[in-house]
């Protein structure tokens, strides 16, 4: 059996591993089910009432959950230059995974470029200019999570592929950093004028059906547990590790 068929995580073939995944974990531990976790947050004694989610609050949500994921990028290419074995191909896989399942297919593709362009691209201003670029980078972005997927499938990184990765990573990681911060500051809020409120509210019940539908009641809970687990199983779980050092002293 080839190694990746031994890998835990998120499936290519079915994006519901997301959530089952997480409901495999708290059965196995002992721990409540997602329907007795539900009942037990809602009789909760002087707990505060669930704060409901905007759809553009919603979007910029699961950038953060990409975004975290790119950060496993950027540590990925700069360790795989000082010490190829000290990254796991498995941990890149599964972040390719999570962000093809979560990102790529549902946010992108699901959201994105169902909802949210086709509006923008026709509302006056200055964010429909950037609608065909971001979708262009899309298209780069699955062409480089199918590369990551099929250079991962190897027990270890091939020598001749470090650099070529590490440059992947790289460009990923400069691509879509740029990609969110224009979709969070100008895309999504031309988006939120030009649909008005009425019909955000609407879109944001429409967008948490769409997610039930691709991974259950607890999409965005489970990408965030499954993150946090490949931040752990490479020592990036520790906010403070990134706090930059004290600037010299100017003289």
Same mark, same amino acid.
């Given at each position: 059996?080839?190694?990746?068929?031994?890998?835990?995580?998120?499936?290519?073939?079915?994006?519901?591993?997301?959530?089952?995944?997480?409901?495999?974990?708290?059965?196995?531990?002992?721990?409540?089910?997602?329907?007795?976790?539900?009942?037990?947050?809602?009789?909760?004694?002087?707990?505060?009432?669930?704060?409901?989610?905007?759809a553009t609050e919603d979007l910029m949500r699961e950038h953060g959950i990409l975004r975290r994921a790119l950060l496993v990028y950027q540590e990925s290419a700069v360790r795989l230059r000082q010490d190829a074995a000290s990254v796991p191909p498995d941990a890149l896989e599964k972040t390719a995974n999570l962000?093809?399942?979560?990102?790529?297919?549902?946010?992108?593709?699901?959201?994105?470029?169902?909802?949210?362009?086709?509006?923008v691209k026709k509302a006056p201003g200055a964010a429909a200019a950037y609608v065909d670029i971001l979708l262009a980078q899309h298209v780069r972005g699955r062409e480089i999570t199918a590369y990551l997927l099929s250079i991962s499938q190897a027990d270890k990184i091939a020598s001749n592929s470090v650099e070529p990765l590490a440059k992947a990573l790289e460009s990923f990681v400069r691509m879509y950093e740029h990609h969110a911060a224009i979709e969070d500051t100008v895309v999504f809020p031309a988006w939120k004028?030009?649909? +008005?409120?009425?019909?955000?509210?609407?879109?944001?019940?429409?967008? *948490? @059906? #769409? %997610?039930?539908?691709?991974? +259950?009641?607890d999409g965005f809970e489970s990408a965030?547990?499954?993150? *946090? @687990? #490949? %931040?752990?199983?490479?020592?990036?779980?520790?906010?403070?590790?990134?706090?930059?050092?004290?600037?010299?002293?100017a003289k």
């Open positions: 059996m080839k190694r990746r068929q031994l890998l835990t995580g998120i499936s290519l073939a079915g994006a519901g591993v997301l959530v089952n995944a997480c409901r495999n974990t708290q059965t196995r531990s002992g721990g409540a089910t997602n329907d007795e976790n539900k009942n037990e947050a809602a009789t909760a004694p002087g707990e505060a009432e669930p704060v409901e989610v905007t962000f093809r399942v979560f990102g790529e297919d549902y946010h992108e593709k699901k959201l994105e470029e169902t909802f949210i362009f086709p509006a004028s030009a649909v +008005g409120g009425n019909e955000l509210d609407e879109l944001g019940e429409k967008f *948490e @059906e #769409i %997610e039930h539908e691709q991974f +259950g009641d965030l547990k499954r993150m *946090e @687990e #490949i %931040e752990q199983s490479l020592g990036l779980s520790n906010l403070d590790m990134f706090t930059a050092p004290p600037p010299p002293v």
